[in-house]
């Protein structure tokens, strides 16, 4: 059985490769991820996961699967910035204070899907200028949902989270692996 990712994010081929699976195609979607007026962070995320999904072509030999991430300080969406002011902001914002990383996973096979959402929760450090613009000069920011990546450098401004680190990379793994499991998809075996 084929399994199709439905990303352009190399982090989600590197976390499906923690747990042994290698996608047999990836495949992108060309979707408008523009929120809603007033739509939710966890909605919002929910909706461009399916969406992802349901523009990419199902059948009963081949498991899909498709991801969306974001940030969120109450209902404020947190997305990808557009340049190194809005991610300087979005730091400022989340600097000494806590917010929700939202990951949707929906994995489709034929007629059939199914989602789940995690959330978790992330601590900041306060955050000096020099700390800021250090992390804006590396460029690290830059695609990352609310302007930094848990993985790299912005560790280091983060003394706790609660629950799933995958998922605040982008896949949370363990559910995942569920999902895939529930779809049917066996890792190949190898020889």
């Given at each position: 059985m084929q399994l199709i990712l439905g990303s352009a994010s190399p982090r989600r081929a590197e976390l499906l490769a923690q747990i042994g699976v290698t996608p047999s195609a990836i495949t992108p979607p060309d979707i408008d991820?523009?929120?809603?007026?007033?739509?939710?962070?966890?909605?919002?995320?929910?909706?461009?996961?399916?969406?992802?999904?349901?523009?990419?072509?199902?059948?009963?030999?081949?498991?899909?699967?498709?991801?969306?991430?974001?940030?969120?300080?109450?209902?404020?969406?947190?997305?990808?910035?557009?340049?190194?002011?809005?991610?300087?902001?979005?730091?400022?914002?989340?600097?000494?204070?806590?917010?929700?990383?939202?990951?949707?996973?929906?994995?489709?096979?034929?007629?059939?899907?199914?989602?789940?959402?995690?959330?978790?929760?992330?601590?900041?450090?306060?955050?000096?200028?020099?700390?800021?613009?250090?992390?804006?000069?590396?460029?690290?920011w830059r695609g990352k949902a609310g302007g930094y990546a848990i993985q790299g450098l912005a560790a280091g401004f983060i003394p706790w989270i609660s629950g799933s680190f995958s998922g605040i990379v982008g896949l949370p793994l363990a559910e995942t692996a569920a999902l895939l499991q529930t779809a049917g998809y066996v890792k190949p075996q190898k020889d």
């Open positions: 991820e523009t929120p809603a007026n007033g739509e939710l962070p966890r909605d919002y995320v929910a909706r461009m996961s399916r969406e992802k999904l349901t523009a990419l072509p199902q059948s009963d030999d081949t498991v899909t699967l498709c991801a969306d991430t974001t940030v969120a300080m109450g209902r404020r969406i947190l997305g990808k910035p557009a340049d190194a002011a809005e991610a300087a902001a979005f730091l400022y914002s989340m600097s000494g204070r806590r917010h929700r990383v939202i990951t949707a996973v929906s994995v489709g096979r034929g007629s059939d899907s199914w989602q789940k959402v995690v959330e978790s929760v992330v601590k900041f450090k306060v955050l000096s200028d020099a700390e800021v613009n250090a992390y804006i000069a590396s460029d690290e």
